[in-house]
Structures are given as structure tokens and as C-alpha cells.
T-cell receptor
Framework: KQEVTQIPAALSVPEGENLVLNCSFTDSAIYNLQWFRQDPGKGLTSLLLIQSSQREQTSGRLNASLDKSSGRSTLYIAASQPGDSATYLCAGAPGGATNKLIFGTGTLLAVQP | NAGVTQTPKFRVLKTGQSMTLLCAQDMNHEYMYWYRQDPGMGLRLIHYSVGEGTTAKGEVPDGYNVSRLKKQNFLLGLESAAPSQTSVYFC??????????????FGPGTRLLVL
């Protein structure tokens, strides 16, 4: 059974810092790995999706990598801004076309101005 | 496009009452999902549908029923609400034809409090 873990649970950094959020999963037979952002009281917004055949994806200041052999994914945020403050969730799709997602518990990020 | 919408936004129920949560999407997506989000537990899949007229159980289906009579709507029902069903409920949809390339699109959530 796929399990997804995120470390740290919370992170506070000063504005401008580069930071890394970690996600680990137990089953390397993963269909894809996704990173979402959730603002307080809101739904989830997809940030990046890495297919099983890919190693990384980039969007603006965000870069996500996937290492299936070690069961890890990282989300790198460059030059953090206060607007990046949110909860970041990673989710793995164990396989199959239904794309059922297994979510981690998230990392709450606070970027201090 | 409105994307994925959920009705209601917030509801308070007494134990034993019933209610239906409505999810609607205007993107012609095949797949739809219902999740619940609880502190420290992350999002967990309740039920999902791979097309109109189909439903399937997710990770935590007990106490819930669903229906997908129309492609654009996915309803989540609680027949007899329990305090353990106090949670934030999220609906999501996905095209279904793009395989591993396509993400899920989430609604804004419904906050349910069962007293």
C-alpha cells in the first residue's frame, strides 16, 4: 500500500531564501507524483506534475524532482516571497488510469517579510 | 468556465441527520472524486467515478454514498451523520483521457460540522 510522508510539517523562512520541501513514498511503482498548494480555507491548486518516466518539472521559481529508486520527491522554491506562504501537499498516484491520489499531510510554509 | 464548484460551502448537522453535498464541473471531465481532509491526516479518498453512471469506493467509504447520474455532477450523501464525519470535503475532477499527464482540479471545499 502506497504511503506518502512529508517533512518538515512546518517551515518558517525569511523572504528571499531558497528552500526545499521533501516528500517520500513507499512504493516505487508510482504513476505520477504531484505537488499542490493549499491556501487557508481554500481548495488545492496543482503546481507541478511529474510523470513516472520523468525526473523533474519546472514552473517559474518552482522545481520538482522525482527519484523513484529512493522513493523521494523534492520541491525547490527559489527566492521565496511572502506570497508563497501556504501549505504544500505532495500526492502520489499508485498506478492505473483512475489516478487515485495518495496525499501526504503537507508542509505549512511561512515566508517572513 | 467556473471549474469545479461545491454546494454548500458550510453546513452544521445534528447527529443522525442526512444531507447531500453537490459537486459540479463544467469542463466535461470524465473522472470525479470526493475527498475528506482532517487535521494531521491529509486528504483521503472517499469515493470516485470514472464516468457517468459509475461509482467506486475509495479509502474511507463507510457512512457515505455517491451518485453520478449526470456527467457534470457528483453527489456525496450522508444518510445518518456522525460527529466523526466532521471534516472538510473536497471534490475534484480530471479529464481521464490523458493518462499520467493530467492532474486533478479541485473545488473550494465544503466545511461540515456534525454536533
Amino acid at each position: 500500500k502506497q504511503e506518502v510522508t512529508q517533512i518538515p510539517a512546518a517551515l518558517s523562512v525569511p523572504e528571499g531564501e531558497n528552500l526545499v520541501l521533501n516528500c517520500s513514498f513507499t512504493d516505487s511503482a508510482i504513476y505520477n507524483l504531484q505537488w499542490f498548494r493549499q491556501d487557508p480555507g481554500k481548495g488545492l491548486t496543482s503546481l507541478l506534475l511529474i510523470q513516472s518516466s520523468q525526473r523533474e518539472q519546472t514552473s517559474g521559481r518552482l522545481n520538482a524532482s522525482l527519484d523513484k529508486s529512493s522513493g523521494r520527491s523534492t520541491l525547490y522554491i527559489a527566492a521565496s516571497q511572502p506570497g508563497d506562504s501556504a501549505t504544500y501537499l505532495c500526492a502520489g498516484a499508485p498506478g492505473g488510469a483512475t489516478n487515485k491520489l495518495i496525499f501526504g499531510t503537507g508542509t505549512l510554509l511561512a515566508v517572513q517579510p | 468556465n467556473a471549474g469545479v464548484t461545491q454546494t454548500p460551502k458550510f453546513r452544521v448537522l445534528k447527529t443522525g441527520q442526512s444531507m447531500t453535498l453537490l459537486c459540479a464541473q463544467d469542463m466535461n471531465h470524465e473522472y470525479m472524486y470526493w475527498y475528506r481532509q482532517d487535521p494531521g491526516m491529509g486528504l483521503r479518498l472517499i469515493h470516485y467515478s470514472v464516468g457517468e453512471g459509475t461509482t467506486a469506493k475509495g479509502e474511507v467509504p463507510d457512512g457515505y454514498n455517491v451518485s453520478r447520474l449526470k456527467k457534470q455532477n457528483f453527489l456525496l450523501g450522508l444518510e445518518s451523520a456522525a460527529p466523526s464525519q466532521t471534516s472538510v470535503y473536497f471534490c475534484a475532477s480530471r479529464p481521464g483521457l490523458a493518462g499520467e499527464k493530467e492532474t486533478q482540479y479541485f473545488g473550494p471545499g465544503t466545511r461540515l460540522l456534525v454536533l
